[in-house]
Nanobody, 123 residues
Framework: VQLQASGGGLVQAGGSLTLSCAVS????????MGWFRRAPGKEREFVAA????????YYADSVKGRFTISRDLTKNTVFLQMGSLTPEDTAVYYC?????????????????WGQGTLVTVSS
């Protein structure tokens, strides 16, 4: 499985940004997709997850109500729509995938990772 994240950039506080993750490989229907982020000087943290085979989603409390994870089956792409951004959302964002054998709330053990895309939120 190969993952290619894109869409990062500079945005003002209160603004919105949508990240994309192009997914390639076989048996995509067997995957669970996640977004993670690593802020400067902090450990990587879970952001959101979605099942490729369905539309069940799960979010970290810090982004619930502001971020939306979705996937487009025709484009083999996972999205992270981010709204009401604050400087605390500044981070490198990564998309990841693992076999859909575990709960959406599982925050570790992802097998496949894309390169990160930087999101900077200015105050």
């Amino acid at each position: 499985v190969q993952l290619q994240a894109s869409g990062g950039g500079l945005v003002q506080a209160g603004g919105s940004l949508t990240l994309s993750c192009a997914v390639s490989g076989r048996t995509l229907n067997s995957l669970k997709m996640g977004w993670f982020r690593r802020a400067p000087g902090k450990e990587r943290e879970f952001v959101a997850a979605i099942r490729w085979s369905g539309d069940s989603t799960y979010y970290a409390d810090s982004v619930k109500g502001r971020f939306t994870i979705s996937r487009d089956l025709t484009k083999n792409t996972v999205f992270l729509q981010m709204g009401s951004l604050t400087p605390e959302d500044t981070a490198v964002y990564y998309c990841a995938a693992e076999k859909d054998l575990y709960p959406l709330s599982r925050r570790s053990g992802y097998d496949f990772w894309g390169q990160g895309t930087l999101v900077t939120v200015s105050s």
